[in-house]
T-cell receptor, first 116, second 115 residues
Framework: AQSVTQPDIHITVSEGASLELRCNYS??????LFWYVQSPGQGLQLLLK??????LVQGIKGFEAEFKRSQSSFNLRKPSVHWSDAAEYFC??????????????FGSGTRLQVQP | KAGVTQTPRYLIKTRGQQVTLSCSPI?????VSWYQQTPGQGLQFLFE???????NKGNFPGRFSGRQFSNSRSEMNVSTLELGDSALYLC??????????????FGQGTRLTVV
């Protein structure tokens, strides 16, 4: 079964600083990978996705992520964080379930706090 | 284009009762998935419906059920509520079902509190 690990529960960065959120996955084949963001009391918004091809993917709000097969990682990055980026970030893998269909498996999330 | 709409946004129920949550997907989307989000367990997949058929189910007891109507709207039902069912229930819609080359769009969720 697939799994996703986000080793950092909570990260604090200063506004304007760079950001990297870590994500490691476990899956027996090439996965479909996603990053979602959730503001308090809200649903999930897709930041970016990786299906195939170029391993560096660009998303919304200036985020990017790099798929590294050798490290089973899909880390999220942003060169300069804005106060509005404070939220919880979830990495997810899409893979086949036991029925042969696909479902999303989420990591436990990383809460980002931005200091002024 | 309207997003995914979940109703109600908040619910308070008593242990032993049952509850029905509703999800209206984005127009044209045929797949609706449900997820439960709790502080302890995180985001967990409940089930997915596509063209009125449940085609994927997570590891939840039979008290959790759902259905999808011909207009793709979906409902999920939880019977005999337990305190541990308190959670944010999120619905996601996609044209074909994640991740078949598409992405899932999430609603704002229904916050269920069981007392």
């Amino acid at each position: 079964a697939q799994s996703v690990t986000q080793p950092d529960i909570h990260i604090t960065v200063s506004e304007g600083a760079s950001l990297e959120l870590r994500c490691n996955y476990s899956y027996g084949a090439t996965p479909y990978l996603f990053w979602y963001v959730q503001s308090p009391g809200q649903g999930l918004q897709l930041l970016l996705k990786y299906f195939s091809g170029d391993t560096l993917v660009q998303g919304i709000k200036g985020f990017e992520a790099e798929f590294k097969r050798s490290q089973s990682s899909f880390n999220l990055r942003k060169p300069s964080v804005h106060w509005s980026d404070a939220a919880e970030y979830f990495c997810a893998v899409g893979a086949r379930s036991g029925t042969g269909r696909r479902a999303l498996t989420f990591g436990s999330g990383t809460r980002l706090q931005v200091q002024p | 284009k309207a997003g995914v709409t979940q109703t109600p946004r908040y619910l308070i129920k008593t242990r032993g009762q049952q509850v029905t949550l509703s999800c209206s997907p984005i127009s044209g989307h045929r797949s609706v998935s449900w997820y439960q989000q709790t502080p302890g367990q995180g985001l967990q997949f409940l089930f997915e419906y596509f063209s009125e058929t449940q085609r994927n189910k997570g590891n939840f007891p039979g008290r959790f059920s759902g259905r999808q109507f011909s207009n793709s709207r979906s409902e999920m039902n939880v019977s005999t509520l337990e305190l541990g069912d308190s959670a944010l229930y999120l619905c996601a819609s996609s044209p074909l079902g994640v991740p078949l080359g598409t992405e899932a769009f999430f609603g704002q969720g229904t916050r269920l509190t069981v007392v």
